[in-house]
């Protein structure tokens, strides 16, 4: 059932390329994005003033990716909401509200109650959900499938990249049908999604050599996982993945905002893995690298192929195929997914079913 793999994580992990293939088949023609099952008029969508997502966990770190697209492509305003704070807040909510319900289950009962909730409020609501049939599915008013298939291990990977993928579909939709981007700007993101299967596939090829280097991080006991813009929400991502599976304290943190706070913890002990992909703000990161380099900690650096510059501030580097900004995301956290898998494996850990947490929770 494992299909030869040592865990269903890993299994997970390298089905990968296929998952992000099967969620994008029959949505995309050359210069738009085919939604058949939302079924918002251009009207309804030029309507709406606000969205708010909505989801737990790994779904809410998606999330936080569409959020930064969202506004960047459609220019509408967005709040991301873990789902068990946002019904106790009263969220500024009405009928021209887009929530979008992130949910690989489908059956999580915070994000279920949120997505009753933003119901009564009047919203409309988009799910993005894993499972068909399931309670997110039946009481949402659109859903957009990911189509990865069943996930078993506890700590999610290919649901997250193929909700990375549904942010960007739901993205380039909204921007089409509001008329943000113009469609050869809407094209070009489409051709690069294309390649972004093989580009996984590349990476996975070379899954050993994150192998060899997760053995550095058995003894580790603190880590940090900086970037900007996107970067950093993916940085989220890899700290909450290293976190559940292999124990190691984890902080992600928006590499700028280290000097007004947490600076001081970084030490010659504390790995740092510096994801720097988004070149709009690459020389402030390479800054942020800096300081914590002053601070004697070894780092690892992410970034596309052919930028080698980022070799000069990091002991070491991983390359990542080259894509658009918006569709990093996507790329950079495999090698996040796999770090956190082979050091649990080496740490000796219980890796798909890590202590204490539970594949979706039905309890608020
Ligand atoms: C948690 C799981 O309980 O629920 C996480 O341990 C998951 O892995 C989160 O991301 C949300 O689950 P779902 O099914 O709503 O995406």
């Known amino acids: ?75 509408v305003p967005v709040e991301v909401d873990i789902a068990s704070e946002f019904r106790y807040r009263s969220p500024l909510i009405d009928e021209h509200t887009l929530v979008v319900v ?36 039946r009481e949402a008013h659109d859903v957009i499938y990911t189509w990865a298939g069943p996930e078993i291990a506890v700590a999610s990977t290919k649901a997250y990249t193929t909700q990375l993928e549904g942010m960007v579909l739901l993205g380039l939709y909204l921007a089409q049908t509001r008329g943000t981007m113009a469609p050869e700007q809407i094209g070009k993101v489409i051709a690069a999604l294309k390649e ?85 703000v690459y020389e402030k990161t390479v800054s942020n690298i800096k300081e914590v380099k002053a601070r004697d900690a070894k780092v690892i650096g992410i970034t596309f192929e052919g930028n080698t510059d980022l070799a000069k501030s990091v002991d070491h580097v991983i390359y990542l195929p080259k894509t658009v900004s918006e569709l990093a995301p996507i790329l950079t956290v495999i090698p996040l997914q796999l770090l956190a898998y082979y050091v649990s494996v080496a740490r000796g850990c219980d890796v798909d079913k890590p202590r204490n947490l539970a594949k979706s929770v039905t309890v608020e």
């Open 196 to 280: 972004i299967p093989a580009q996984a596939q590349k990476l996975l090829d070379q899954a050993e050599n994150i192998k060899d280097f997760a053995q550095s991080f058995v003894k580790v006991e603190d880590t940090f996982f900086i970037g900007r813009s996107l970067d950093w929400n993916v940085a989220m991502e890899g700290s909450l993945k290293l976190k559940e599976i292999s124990y190691i304290h984890a902080e992600a943190y928006a590499a700028g905002e280290l000097k007004h706070g947490t600076l001081a913890l970084i030490t010659e002990q504390t790995p740092v893995i510096a994801l720097a992909t988004q070149m709009d």
């Open 102 to 137: 992130i949910s690989q289950s489908g059956e999580t009962a915070d994000t279920l109650a949120a997505l009753r909730e933003a119901k009564k409020l009047g919203a409309r609501v988009v799910a993005v959900t894993n499972v068909v049939g399931s309670s997110v599915s």
């Open 1 to 75: 059932e494992k299909g030869g793999y040592d865990h269903f994580m890993l299994k997970e992990i390298f089905e990968q390329p296929k998952a992000l293939k099967d969620t994008m088949t029959g949505r995309l023609d050359e210069q738009k994005v085919i939604l058949q099952e939302v079924n918002l008029t251009p009207e309804e969508v030029k309507d709406i003033r606000k969205v708010f997502i909505v989801a737990c966990g790994t779904a809410w770190h998606a999330g936080l990716v569409g959020k930064t697209l969202i506004e960047h492509w459609v220019r």
